[in-house]
């Protein structure tokens, strides 16, 4: 499986904080890859959750207000468009992720679209380059 966080993507201790309170959710198979993201997304000040599936991520969702869900396409398969469709579905408007990003290993354009047809914000293709994950997280 590819990696989703490149080795470039070491902590260098000089990330900025970002103002207030942002709180991620990182939908995915546990693994190193998953371990990476969760570590940057944490090393550079955001509050950041893990569900290792699309039941747990729904469960989670039903509680807490995410500004970002972060997708692992690469580890959850043909569940990640799935899911975005749930979250449209079934969290309530309320609850709903401000963006819904899926992380993918390939650039085909017939699952991006499906992605999009399906409720995702932001489709983003590993590798990831820190720099530009954090200035979209920024914006």
């Known amino acids: 499986m590819p990696s989703v966080v490149p080795s470039d993507w070491e902590d260098d201790g000089h990330a900025p904080v970002p103002e207030g309170s ?9 693994g190193t890859a998953t371990g990476g993201l969760l570590r940057i997304l944490k090393s550079s000040g955001y509050t950041t959750e893990f569900a290792a599936d699309p039941e747990a991520a729904l469960r989670q969702m039903s ?14 398969g043909p569940a990640a468009i799935a ?3 749930r979250i449209g579905r079934e969290v309530a408007p309320a609850a709903r992720p401000s963006r819904v990003i899926v992380i993918s290993d390939h650039r ?10 399906a409720g995702c914000d932001t489709w ?6 820190r720099a530009s994950l954090l200035a979209y997280l920024r914006r």
Request: hydrophobic share 55%; glycine share 0%; with cysteine.
């Open 22 to 30: 942002t709180l991620i959710l990182v939908v995915s198979q546990p």
């Open 63 to 76: 509680r807490k207000r995410y500004a970002f869900v972060f997708l692992i396409e690469v580890s959850l």
């Open 83 to 85: 899911l975005c469709r």
């Open 108 to 117: 085909r354009w017939w699952p991006r679209l499906r992605a999009w047809l």
């Open 124 to 129: 983003l293709q590993v590798p990831l380059h």
